[in-house]
């Protein structure tokens, strides 16, 4: 018999040897990609996976992993399969060459006008 | 107010919650998956603190301490019905168990929201989410697995068979059913037991599960008054034995 600590398990009574199988991989459930909200009309985040059968059980889940211990408003599951995503391979598509800019927040230099401006009408 | 039999519903209510939260923890760490053994463990905790909860209005009534009271009785002074103490067995039978119980506790709750006992509506108000959460995840899983395959199907079939005549103990009668009713305090068992019924039939048809036929029906009374399954004891002593060694322990 096996003896454990724990003596949930020992009082099952099991044989050393026993019958008892291992989880081959088909036998886990599909993942599900969970978005949390702490409060509405804020974004939905991505958060994490569960394994879940269906998506309420996702729901329960998302719920007892990622909503027990903070604010929610909501969650989201999205079954992972119907994710659509971009291949790292492609990872150079989100490079830009660093000439341009102007198409970014920082190449404008406007903090010095603004102070003016501000130092201008507080006078 | 008659206290007496305040004192009598809420002891039977928080010994309930106590013992079944006690079993549902004995899944913790063997639980069928990850996800599923942290929800219910999680659950269990919600129902230690609900039973905490009921202690305490006990204690305001002039009962010892809420962990003097769970902790250091013996198996005769436990007002829980015998349902909530039988082992867990597989996990068709918790989730069973899981199902019959927490509807019966949503709806008693549900009926103490408007209690003239103000302390116990507040805490029926107070918990309202929580309850409906585990009886969310109840049916869920009751439906999931009554209509999932043929094995699951019969699994859960024996298992509400096993459990039928226990769940109808949930609702034995205490001594103090019209004084309750009088004074406002709770509509009683016999209300509760026809609402839980018609509550569970639209789930039990949806997962195509069948409830005993009628004139099977023989109510396992009994624990409201004391009387217990050989479960109870091994139980309650597994359940004290941490605080019993430091009763005097700072938590």
Redesign the interface.
């Known amino acids: 018999m096996i003896k454990s600590l ?4 020992t009082r099952e009574n099991i044989e050393e040897n026993n019958l008892i199988a291992p989880l081959t991989p088909m036998d ?2 599909e993942t599900y990609e969970v978005f949390h909200q702490k409060k509405r009309g804020d974004q939905h985040m991505h958060v994490g996976i ?5 998506p ?2 996702a729901l ?2 998302g ?3 990622y909503g ?1 211990r903070s604010i929610t408003a909501n969650i989201w599951v999205v079954k992972t399969a119907n994710v659509f995503a971009s291949e790292y391979d492609d990872a150079d598509m989100f490079e830009t060459t660093p000439e341009k800019q102007y198409r970014e927040a920082g190449g404008y230099k406007v903090m010095d006008k603004i102070n003016k401006y501000k130092k201008a009408n507080k006078a | 107010m008659n206290t007496t039999a305040i004192k009598d519903l809420l002891y039977k209510m928080a010994d309930d919650l106590l013992i079944i939260g006690h079993r549902n923890s004995e899944w913790t760490g063997l639980g069928p998956i990850l996800e599923e053994d942290i929800a219910f463990s999680s659950m269990a905790q919600d129902k230690i603190g609900q039973s905490q909860a009921l202690f305490q209005l006990l204690h305001e009534l002039g009962e010892q301490e809420p962990d003097t009271v769970a902790f250091t009785r013996n198996a005769k002074q436990f007002h829980n019905a015998q349902f909530v103490e039988l082992p867990n067995g597989d996990y068709d039978f918790s989730l069973m168990r899981h199902f019959l119980y927490d509807v019966a506790d949503q709806l008693r709750f549900e009926m103490l929201a408007s209690s003239s006992y103000e302390p116990l509506a507040k805490v029926a108000r107070k918990i309202k989410g929580e309850l409906k959460y585990h009886v969310f995840h109840a049916n869920t899983w009751i439906v999931k697995l009554g209509s999932a395959n043929e094995e699951s199907k019969a699994r859960m079939q024996t298992a509400l068979n096993d459990a039928w005549n226990y769940s109808l103990g949930l609702f034995e009668e205490g001594d103090f059913e019209n004084d309750l009713k009088n004074e406002g305090v709770f509509a009683g068992e016999v209300a509760l037991k026809q609402l839980w019924l018609e509550t569970i039939k639209p789930t039990l048809t949806k997962a195509t599960l069948t409830i005993p036929h009628e004139n099977t029906w023989e109510p396992e009374l009994g624990g409201r008054k004391g009387i217990h399954t050989e479960h109870l004891e091994p139980l309650v002593e597994e359940m004290s034995e941490v605080f019993r060694v430091d009763p005097s322990a700072e938590w």
């Open positions: 724990d003596p949930r398990v886990n459930w569960v394994h879940a059968p269906n309420e059980m329960l889940f719920k007892e992993q027990r």
